[in-house]
């Protein structure tokens, strides 16, 4: 069964470095996401992807963040000059149709540990 | 904006039925969602139900959604040791993003 893979799946960075998260969607989805989960929290939408670019972004997804697609495969979030408050477990998602429409597939995640 | 509420806990007997409730503010919602979270792991889409729809049922899962009351409710059937995990229920509010409740710890215990 064809899923989204996410790596890495647990990484620990220092207070204001900058980390990539990468993510591989599932192969005929042409719609991607980033959601994040606080530990103890609701997960929350960050952002979504479509066609090469951003379609649509949370309050949280400021100018610290921001998603690429640099190859046919991938789709990365960047967060730059990290915080402690960035410390969450960061899901990728696709799916066929826009907002999901009925299948929206999430991946592993991958946990963010900012020290 | 749209607000999901899910009571935070569950506790059942294994072999009996468990009933997971949610509720939702935005009566637009045209996709209504179940994920299950185990431990350390990701978002496992359960189920899915379209808003012209009143009940969906999956093997072991009802899925029954009350329009009026915006009601959405997870009914699992013979409940199992398995199913002890965090159930999701989520709205897309005919954006792009889901939005998500708060979670429901199903502890099943023997």
């Known amino acids: 069964e064809p899923e989204v893979t996410q790596t890495p799946s647990h990484q620990v960075t220092q207070m204001g470095q900058e980390v990539i998260l990468r993510c591989v969607p599932i192969?005929?989805?042409?719609?991607f996401y980033w959601y994040r989960q606080i530990l103890g929290q609701k997960v929350e939408f960050l952002v979504s992807f479509y066609n090469n670019e951003i379609s649509e972004k949370s309050e949280i997804f400021d100018d610290q963040f921001s998603v690429e697609r640099p190859d046919g495969s991938n789709f990365t979030l960047k967060i730059r000059s990290t915080k402690l408050e960035d410390s969450a477990m960061y899901f990728c998602?696709?799916?066929?149709?826009?907002?999901?429409?009925?299948?929206?597939?999430f991946g592993e995640g991958s946990r963010l540990t900012v020290l | 904006g749209e607000d999901v509420e899910q009571s935070l806990f569950l506790s059942v007997r294994e072999g009996d039925s468990s009933v997971i409730n949610c509720t939702y503010t935005d009566s637009s919602s045209t996709y209504l969602y179940w994920y299950k979270q185990e431990p350390g792991a990701g978002l496992q889409l359960l189920t899915y139900?379209?808003?012209?729809?009143d009940m969906k049922q999956d093997q072991r899962l009802t899925v029954l959604l009350n329009k009026k009351d915006k009601h959405l409710s997870l009914r699992i059937a013979d409940t199992q040791t398995g199913d002890s995990a965090i159930y999701f229920c989520?709205?897309?509010?005919?954006?792009?993003?889901?939005?998500f409740g708060t979670g429901t710890r199903l502890q099943v215990f023997p």
């Open positions: 192969s005929n989805h042409l719609y």
């Open positions: 989520a709205v897309n509010d005919n954006t792009d993003k889901l939005i």
């Open positions: 998602a696709s799916s066929e149709d826009r907002g999901g429409a009925g299948e929206l597939f």
């Open positions: 139900i379209f808003s012209n729809m």
